[in-house]
């Protein structure tokens, strides 16, 4: 009985640390897919000698987040890509991963991200979605979207880890944690 009393204990104290790295992983893996996937849609805007949009949206806070990739005309341009992937460990719990500011305050949903063909990014203040659209200064402060401003789209886990994908004024990708991050 001591014995079984010692390994519960154990179970009790192991079992919510991992659940928490497990939400830590889906959120890190959600970013770098994010982040890999505009820089390709950036890649075949150049190819391709055509503006590619990235639109991410997230219909209702218990939903997942998905991000389509079209082109000018409204043709597919990539499979679309829905966040949290699924990480093998158990099913994606749809709302895991939302949209966010860095404040963990909601945003608008849909955001969309465009870039040329020469893989400069539109103007966010032009794009289909401005109004959802955040921008941020050198120094990582929100501010109004702007051709010179960069594009921020942060995604935060359900334990408020809040992770920043920043498309800079030259088509730079970046990510890191939003609290620490400026284009």
Known sequence: ????????????????NYLDWQRKYRLKDSIASLQSSLALARMIAMNQSTTV???????????AVTVTFTRSGGATVMPD??????????SSAAGDISLTNAANGTVGSPQDVQFTSLGRPVNPSTTPNAANNLCI???????????????????????????RVTVGTTGKLSWCYASSCAP
Do not use: D
């Open 1 to 16: 009985m001591v014995v079984v009393g010692i390994i519960a204990a154990l179970a009790a104290f192991a079992i919510p």
């Open 53 to 63: 949009t990235v639109t991410l949206s997230q219909p209702a806070a218990t939903s």
């Open 81 to 90: 890509l829905t966040l949290p992937p699924s990480t093998g460990f158990t």
């Open 137 to 163: 200064t050198t120094t990582g402060a929100y501010t109004a979207c702007s051709g010179g401003t960069a594009q921020a789209i942060n995604l935060k886990n359900s334990i408020g880890q809040n992770y």
